[in-house]
């Protein structure tokens, strides 16, 4: 095995174009899906019309909400572009300048102020359907969240105004009366009044009285409450079931190494089991001079040890740029020497059952490429069968093992790296199994 | 004594049977020659002598069979990544000889591959490669030598140059076995012709036998194909 290992190598060696390839592809593509993985969408470029006079205000008891809050919370939503007139947001949608335009109209704030009707205001878009989908969604966000922080606003101001009506004072609304008494208040000091009345229709009158304002104080008070329940009915409280939660940016990490892992490994087991075929030289070998077994064993241990290599290189490397816990180095070693296996025996297979080097390479990209995307497909985002089908490939090779191992290495994701070994060095003994049985034809 | 001894051979893939009965020897020294028109089982014949594939029944026997058998396959089975020197050496090495440098230098020699010792394969023509070829064979001083169409894709002068070659090993007490299409070879370089059809032997004798037999005015393509004629292919 040594004389063949030192063959292979001086072959790689003298392969410029293929060395090249096999480090410089997997990095820009790993490069590429870190990028695609931890970089959320841009802020839509939106046109604003606001059309509300400068320093409107909503008026809410005592409290004034200025209508420039709900533009204030759009445009952190969105990348705004202040155009002054509807006509010139239209002609900048249709120029592509920016993907939608929304207009506040002048009236919002009386609307809002009315009681009676809702504010209202317009949305502008274009593209095609897919861009229109996009924008809306986008956009149906961007609203959303605006539509809540005003919203926000406008129950302090009411919760204000019932904590005057609660506890007295001056609501400061035209018409109603200063120093007013709170609706708290007025039970203590009805009770006073009943004790020094005669029995009679009176004092009747007046406990009748005091029970209504007990029962009017007491459910103000739940008013406030009530308040914020509408203004968000709904509070989303996260409870992650299994594992340590992954940020984004490492998890990019993790399926950049393992793309690269995968492909490196891949190619150069595929290539090198192809290679002796092409060349003529297995039949020559298989003589004697090599067993089958021998020769499967090298072209995946080299293949193994250089993915191993530039992975672990790669790891390194990225280290410098995102927070890793070097204190797992350990772990990351064994997940990549796992993983690196199994890709090496999917490419020994690979090699095996193909006739030339071109045919390996093409099988081993065009099934290599698939299965990084399949396992990448998140539970619940395509319809259950299909996930289901989703997850039976993805078992049977080596990429979701490998990922879920490395995850685990790196963020101390579940299942526990154990089982990705376990299931890593399973798929090895079954790839290699069909390697050799691809290897029994000689030409 | 028998280099190779081949008896009762058979060779069957599923239905087809590829060798029936096959059954001869081979000394040192001899150069033998199988020949048959495509089909016939000569390149199974001696993938089977070479240990590349077994028998279905029947025995190879003999000083020179299986892997101590030099084995140069029809297309030329080298890397090509690799120098001339390198592919030798690093055939010496897994065929275990004590000292693959002198054996090297030797092969080197023998095929007038000298000058082109840190060539690549790659760059060599197609003659240069099957004497690269035939050299992988003999690198471990084998007894005997299989070659499998050894000049079908060379010119004349190429051809030549590869007959000189072997005729040398022959001389010199290896036996060589050896299949072609081109007929002329047969009769001016083999001491011997097998003759296969649809995988049964034949013929077993000296060329000028077979010529003498079948009229053909010593041509031995025109006497072959007589030949074959007369026994019904």
Known sequence: MRWLLQKDLLILRRSRLLLGVLVVYPIALALLIGLAISRSPGKPKVAIVDETPPGQTIQVGSERVDVSHYADELFSQVQPVHVPTREQAVADIESGNVLAAVV?????????ASGVSQGSIEVLYNGNALEQSLVRS???????????????????????????????GNLGVLGAPSNMIGLGQIPPAL????????????RTQLQRINRFAEFANQNLGLSKNVLSTIGQPI?????????????????????????SLMFVCVLLAAGGVALEREEHTLARLARGLATREGLLAEKLLLAAACAFALA???????????SLDWGRAGQWLIALAFGALAFGALG??????????????????????PLAFLALVPSGSVAHGLYDAIAAISFVFPFKAALQALDCAVNGASPGLGVSVLHLLGLTVLFGALARVGLRRLE | MNVISVKGLAKRYGERTALRDIEFDVVAGELVAIVGPNGAGKTTLLSIIAGVQSASTGTVAGTGVGASIGWAPQQTALYSKLSVAENLKLFARLEGVADPDRAVLR?????????????RVERLSGGNRQRVNVALGLIGDPPALALDEPTSALDPPQRERVWEFVGALARSGTAVLFSTHHLGEVRRYATRAIVLADGELLFDGLPAE??????GDGDFESAFVAFLKAHGH
Not at chain 1, 191 to 202: F, H, K, L, S, W
Not at chain 1, 348 to 369: K, P
């Open chain 1, 312 to 322: 672990l290189a790669m790891l390194a490397g990225i280290g410098a740029f995102v």
């Open chain 1, 191 to 202: 009770r006073a009044i009943i004790a020094r009345q005669p029995p009679g229709a009176d």
């Open chain 2, 210 to 215: 077979l010529i003498a037999a079948n009229g």
């Open chain 1, 104 to 112: 506040i109209p002048r009236d919002i704030a009386a609307r809002i």
């Open chain 1, 235 to 259: 509070q989303v409280k996260s409870t992650l079931v299994q594992g340590r939660r992954t940020p984004l940016n490492t998890f990019a990490v993790v399926v950049a190494v393992s793309v």
């Open chain 2, 107 to 119: 092969m080197l020699e023998q095929t007038g591959l000298g000058e082109r010792a840190d060539e």
């Open chain 1, 348 to 369: 020994i297979a690979i090699g095996a059952l193909a006739r030339e080097v071109r045919a390996a390479s093409l099988l081993a990209f065009g099934l290599s490429l």
């Open chain 1, 138 to 168: 986008q956009l149906n966000s961007a609203l959303a969240q605006a539509n809540l922080g005003f919203s926000e606003q406008i129950q302090r101001a009411a919760a204000q105004a019932i904590g005057v009506l609660l506890s007295g």
